[in-house]
């Protein structure tokens, strides 16, 4: 495939301690090409270790029969418990599909963990973004967020599929899963999250809920990565014009555990459902959102 996957960097305990990339297959329309995650050594770029579905060359160290789809995203890696040893990715491929993996015990094992498009036409929910993942803390206790929208950039003017946002949680952010756990675990579909989409302001998202979403404008995408920072969410979407540089561009501010807005964007002293999004005066293809600490 073509190397869309920017790499990330990890420390990881297999066979002694070493500096990794992990690295999606990166973006080919045919079904048997980038269907794969890779981990290769940051000092020589051998290929250490890698997971793919049916097809495609190579024998992988890992089979997984529901990678059929490429993974142009960012792999995001994170460390689980703090002793300086990455232990935990997710990731996200063109079939809507929402990946965790866990290193444990010099093994790497991984599952669906969302499937959140459809066969209908208008649910072909493509992910070219990774998840952002932000560790959150309830009454039921703690759990990772993973906030992704959806958009094909291979049809920046198309309007057929309804794209969405969607915050998941994963209710299990410190307990590493065997293999035989992820095969006999069922992922979240997207008909089991809350819908946030009509009035914000007044959705309900209990905490059992496995996550909440939100139906975007007609023609709406979202190309960039999220930020969480706060308990609020923050994403550019974009509907695109007749060419590239006549896209309208929306920035979302809403709170992670409800999906209301979060933020007075509108700058009338008051939180409303006009507050969700704000129009952006930049047109063309929006950015990815940065924060900056100022003093």
């Not at 232990?87 to 993996?101: K, N, P």
């Not at 299990?172 to 302001?201: C, E, H, K, M, N």
Request: hydrophobic share 40%; with cysteine.
């Amino acid at each position: 495939g073509e190397a869309w996957s920017t790499p990330s960097i990890a420390r990881i305990q297999r066979t002694g301690e070493r500096f990794v990339l992990f690295v999606g297959g990166g973006y080919s329309e045919a079904g048997d090409t980038a269907h794969r995650i890779f981990m290769l050594d940051a000092e020589t770029g051998a290929r250490l270790w890698f997971a793919s579905g049916p097809g495609g060359e190579g024998e992988p160290d890992l089979t997984l029969p529901a990678m059929r789809h490429a993974i142009p995203a960012r792999v995001s890696v994170l460390d689980t418990d703090g002793d300086g040893f990455w232990d935990r990715l997710y990731a996200a491929d063109l079939g809507g599909q929402l990946w965790r993996f866990d290193i444990a015990n010099d093994q790497i094992a991984g599952g669906v963990l969302a499937s959140l498009a459809g066969t209908p036409p208008e649910h072909a929910r493509r992910f070219f973004n990774p998840p952002d993942v932000a560790l959150v803390r309830d009454r039921d206790g703690p759990y990772f967020s993973l906030a992704i929208g959806s958009g094909d950039r291979r049809a920046p003017l198309g309007t057929i599929v309804q794209a969405r946002f969607y915050s998941i949680r994963d209710r299990d952010p410190f307990t590493p899963f065997s293999q035989a756990d992820y095969d006999a675990s069922a992922p979240i579909l997207d008909d089991a999250l809350v819908d946030v989409t009509a009035g914000f302001s007044s959705a309900d998202v209990p905490h059992s809920a496995r996550g909440w979403k939100i139906d975007l404008r007609p023609g709406e995408k979202v190309f960039t990565e999220a930020t969480t920072v706060d308990g609020t969410i923050l994403f550019t979407a974009s509907i695109a014009g007749d060419c590239a540089v006549d896209a309208i561009n929306h920035l979302y501010a809403l709170k992670l555990e409800a999906g209301k807005p979060a933020l007075d964007l509108d700058g009338d002293q008051a939180i409303t459902d006009e507050d969700a999004s704000l129009r952006l005066t930049h047109r063309g293809s929006p950015g990815e959102l940065r924060m900056a600490l100022v003093p």
